[in-house]
């Protein structure tokens, strides 16, 4: 097992496992038309990937078999943040027969060192009750003011 940032190389990989993550959270049903799903998300990735897209997998046996992404962006700088960096964790996923690994977890540290290391001063995700655990073990604290609405 070893971890790699993915790149442009990996599309159909990222693709493949952003679907499955759909389809266990019930996001997507198998009889949906995915198809604009997956012409959107392979746009995305190749225009970001390695921009403001960072994402990391985990190989096992020439396969990728989890993966984690960071999208990056700046923002109006606030008290806590004065350099406006920010970054949104996503789409942290391993295939279930790879699972009770940690392969989760290791790729969350990898984005929270990148995140530094760029000089993020702000991250955040949207987790499941399964994932707030790990989350608050690595020093996420649970949110409970924000809210949204789909346009």
């Given at each position: 097992m070893f971890i790699k940032r993915l790149n442009i190389e990996d599309v159909e990989s990222f693709l493949h496992l952003r679907l499955n993550l759909f389809y266990e959270l019930q996001e997507i049903e198998r009889d949906d038309d995915v198809e604009k799903l997956k012409n959107s998300t392979m746009k995305y990735y190749l225009k970001n990937i390695d921009k403001t897209l960072i994402t990391y997998g985990v190989i096992e046996k020439d396969k990728i078999v989890s993966i984690g992404s960071?999208?990056?962006f700046e923002r109006i700088p606030y008290?806590?943040?004065l350099s406006g960096k920010e970054g949104?964790?996503?789409?942290?996923?391993t295939l279930p027969e790879y699972r009770k690994k940690g392969y989760g977890k290791e790729i969350t540290k990898k984005l929270i060192e990148y995140s530094k290391d760029i000089g993020i001063k702000?991250?955040?995700l949207n987790t499941s009750n399964e994932g707030k655990k790990l989350y608050s073990k690595l020093g996420f604290k649970n949110?409970?003011?924000e809210m949204e609405i789909f346009l």
């Open positions: 960071l999208c990056l008290i806590e943040n949104y964790i996503l789409n942290i996923y702000r991250l955040w949110k409970e003011n």
